[in-house]
């Protein structure tokens, strides 16, 4: 699918992804999460023909979405309850503080976008900007149905896991809503049981390394063409 020199990653680069691993390592309950999500944005973008400098940076940003949460307290970040006003104001700072972080990397630049704005809406009542509709970008949008999907199968310490049907319902009850953009919610229900589904076959795992990367990209891209479901280009 791609070439290696598409997927070199500088030394500066490659701290950040050790950084986005050490932000999931202070939690076991979302041990490999932006790696799931990384693929599943990926797939996604594949399945809409997306062009190779959006697929990897729906790689990118997919792994590096949450590197904000490192400046987030653990008080906040692992809290059983409801957050307070305040909690909750500091937490929404993630995203920007991920843009930051990741802002003077010349190979992220791309990237910059889906960790700025995977927690728009829709319908604009989003953050860190309140974007809505098509001013998300197309790769945030994809990524943050992905995060969703991840997040509602996993267990928190603020819930339980829920199944995949459940969690497939929610998306679709959020999209009726005006939260998420409805055809990438359809998009994903038509790619769950023939590709996502089966999307922790084809991550690497935590050693990161590149070439089983792209084998795995490979892999997906063979996969998506094997289980493409009625109505996908």
Known sequence: ???????????????????????????????????????????????????RPKLLSLYRGGYLHDVGKVGIPDSILYKT???????????????????EICRHVSSL??????????????????????????????????????????????????????TPAKALQILREEADRGWRDPRVVDLFGRLHEGVIAKIAEYTTGADHNLQAMRTSLDNLQELLDSARPPGLS
């Open 109 to 162: 630049r791309q990237a910059l976008p889906l960790i700025r704005h995977h927690h728009e809406r829709w319908d604009g009542s989003g953050y860190p900007d309140g974007l809505c509709g098509e001013q998300i970008p197309i790769e945030a949008r994809l990524l943050q149905v992905a995060d969703i999907y991840d997040a509602l199968i996993s267990d928190r310490p603020y819930k339980a896991s829920y």
């Open 1 to 51: 699918m791609c070439g290696a020199g598409e997927f070199s990653i500088d030394d500066t680069e490659g701290t950040l992804f050790a950084l986005a691993r050490a932000v999931e390592q202070r939690d076991s309950h979302i041990a490999s999460h932006c790696e799931r999500l990384a693929f599943m944005g990926v797939v996604m973008g594949m399945a809409m023909q997306l062009d």
């Open 81 to 99: 309850g409801a957050l307070s006003t305040e909690e909750w104001t500091t937490m929404r700072t993630h995203p920007a503080r991920g843009e």
